[in-house]
T-cell receptor, first 114, second 112 residues
């Protein structure tokens, strides 16, 4: 049983560009959440996907969008990158209906926007 | 609007002693609380949780205390070990809600 994996590990983009981050859920987990962790802060909820539909969204603008695929893997897309988008992006997976004790985080993707 | 606050950015403790990490919250709707531990280059890992119907939960060296009237929880680690050195995040949720609200984290250093 593999855990939650994310790719790429690091990437550097320039302001105005677009980026796609990827997440593979733990086997059997049908719910994926994305979080943004800025330097010196805790993770902030971006959105959650369940059965390929967005199932809750935090206080992030529409240029943050996502997808979930039939195999429960997920993508986070960010358009028109801004300097403040520089952060660690974490995804987490769990089975819908279970507690957060059963949620597992991936190692994150470190995004730097120049 | 920081609904979950960890007011101590860092804590340094001698090996074998008790580590106490604190967390305050403002949203009275929160009824489920978790502590996560995070090492560099890794995602947060679940440590221990507590439901609002309890005031204490223990798991080995880790105990979480919840004071609902004060909207305060704390994590006690006894005895502290050098391997406990990490960033600790407090998080809160509504049971079966769709998101966790995290504090800013406390860096714990356990000196040997």
């Amino acid at each position: 049983e593999t855990g939650v994996t994310q790719s790429p590990t690091h990437l550097i983009k320039t302001r105005g560009q677009q980026v796609t981050l990827r997440c593979s859920s733990q086997s059997g987990h049908n719910t994926v959440s994305w979080y943004q962790q800025a330097l010196g802060q805790g993770p902030q909820f971006i959105f959650q996907y369940y059965r390929e539909e967005e199932n809750g969204r935090g206080n992030f603008p529409p240029r943050f969008s996502g997808l979930q695929f039939p195999n429960y893997s997920s993508e986070l897309n960010v358009n028109a990158l801004e300097l403040d988008d520089s952060a660690l992006y974490l995804c987490a997976s769990r089975e819908q209906g279970t507690t957060y004790n059963e949620q597992f985080f991936g190692p994150g993707t470190r995004l730097t926007v120049l | 609007d920081q609904q979950v606050k960890q007011n101590s950015p860092s804590l340094s403790v001698q090996e074998g002693r008790i580590s106490i990490l604190n967390c305050d919250y403002t949203n009275s709707m929160f009824d489920y609380f978790l502590w996560y531990k995070k090492y560099p280059a890794e995602g947060p890992t679940f440590l221990i949780s507590i439901s609002s119907i309890k005031d204490k939960n223990e798991d080995g060296r880790f105990t979480v205390f919840l004071n609902k009237s004060a909207k305060h929880l704390s994590l006690h680690i006894v005895p502290s070990q050098p391997g406990d050195s990490a960033v600790y995040f407090c998080a809160a949720s509504v049971t079966y809600g769709n998101k966790l609200v995290f504090g800013a984290g406390t860096i714990l250093r356990v000196k040997s």
